[in-house]
């Protein structure tokens, strides 16, 4: 399979793209993966995630950080940038947040395997650290750590 045949129907990349309005309307675009005979993990961080807070609008910070193992399919990074980007005026509790972006990566990927760690900014104090787990990881591959370390403040 050649390059330009997995992404021939990609509609975002290469091209000027808004930014969704809103998650649900945001376009994943996905390729065929183009190691399907090997198990590796994908990392994608977003140290810069935000949303709103949809008792208050004010806005809340999120450090995410996706991990999966692709099955036959891999997501387009500049359509997962732009859905991300999608959250920015999207009232939603952090646990909301987090767990919905998971489940539409599972539900357009189907990978082997997938993670999110959202490692949430305080509000009122307190920061929020929410993890989802799809699938177990198979046998033999290497998943580093994601190293992101609990808020601590100033100190």
């Given at each position: ?60 910070f ?20 732009l ?43 307190i ?29």
């Amino acid at each position: 399979m050649s390059d330009q045949s997995i992404y021939a129907d990609l509609k975002q990349l290469g091209s000027a793209t808004e930014l969704p309005t809103d998650p649900e309307q945001a376009v994943l675009e996905t390729v065929s993966n183009p190691e399907p005979d090997v198990d590796y993990v994908v990392r994608f961080t977003a140290p810069e995630f935000t949303s709103l807070c949809p008792m208050t609008g004010q806005p809340d910070f999120a450090h995410l950080m996706i991990d999966y193992i692709p099955g036959k399919l891999l997501v387009e990074s500049k359509s997962l940038k732009l859905f991300l980007g999608a959250f920015r005026n999207h009232g939603a509790f952090h646990e909301a947040c987090t767990v919905s972006i998971a489940r539409r990566l599972v539900e357009e990927l189907d990978p082997k395997w997938l993670r999110i760690g959202g490692y949430w900014y305080p509000r009122g104090g307190i920061p929020i650290d929410v993890f989802f787990q799809h699938g177990a990881v198979p046998q033999g591959v290497w998943v580093p750590e994601q190293d992101v370390p609990g808020y601590r403040g100033r100190g």
